[in-house]
């Protein structure tokens, strides 16, 4: 299965399509820390929440790299199961790339404020970032093509379901369970002061409740549509 998760990886990067992402996510970090110093969790809340979005359309062309043919060649070859989950291996790795990125860019820019709480504040940060990272991997293999089967239909649930997780984040008014905590996290870290821990935990517990719903929701798809 690593073989395969470096063949699609490779793909991905030598096909020239993980250039737009990069290229979203340099001008992203451009925008959050043009403007001046933060503190540290301020700073890498909000970075999470604007990567968000970006790292699922990431995962979804990692995914649609890969021909049809060739990707029902790796479900015989190795199993649905695995050749499933080395898409989503292949995803983990490059966008913990991009938050490693991100995380470091700041400094360039002089965009964190040293005279907070900087250890906590890189902390939360990355604590930030990894809540953020697999709700877009689940967001943007659900948007696959291999789970659409279209195009267009891919791009309508990559973007109806990020705008939805801005939305519902944002304003809370409506079950805002049926989306990621990444806007509830951006917030929470927003606080001067640092947040509780019973606050930390339930959005570690409200990230692992949604992803495994998600990404049960796409090991089905993918066994339905197979």
């Known amino acids: 299965m690593s073989a395969l998760v470096r ?7 030598r096909g020239g399509r993980a250039l737009p992402p990069l ?10 820390y043009g403007g001046g110093a933060s503190p540290a969790a301020v700073a890498y809340g909000y970075s999470a929440a604007a990567l968000f979005p970006v790292l699922a359309w990431l995962t979804k062309l990692l995914l649609d790299t890969e021909p049809d043919v060739q990707r029902r060649l790796a479900r015989l070859s190795v199993g649905p199961a695995r050749e499933a989950t080395a898409g989503v291996l292949a995803a983990l790795v490059l966008s913990l790339l991009v938050c490693v990125a991100a ?26 970032h990894l809540l953020a990272v697999p709700p877009a991997i689940a967001l943007g293999a659900l948007a696959s093509r291999a ?30 369970w049926l989306v990621p905590p990444v806007m509830a996290t951006a917030r929470a870290l ?14 570690v517990f409200w990230a692992a409740a ?14 339905a549509r197979s």
């Open 147 to 176: 789970v659409t089967r279209s195009v267009r239909l891919g791009v309508t649930v990559l973007v109806v379901a990020a705008v939805l997780v801005v939305v519902l984040g944002l304003t809370g008014s409506f079950a805002p």
């Open 23 to 32: 290229i979203a996510v340099l001008v992203e970090l451009g925008i959050l």
């Open 103 to 128: 995380m470091a860019a700041p400094w360039l820019f002089h965009g964190i404020d040293t005279r907070t709480a900087l250890g906590s504040g890189i902390a939360l940060g990355v604590l930030a």
């Open 7 to 13: 063949m699609r990886i490779a793909g991905f990067v």
């Open 210 to 223: 949604w992803c495994t719903v998600a990404f049960a929701g796409y090991g089905w798809l993918r066994r």
């Open 190 to 203: 927003n606080d001067p002061a640092a947040p509780p821990a019973a606050t930390l935990a339930l959005l």
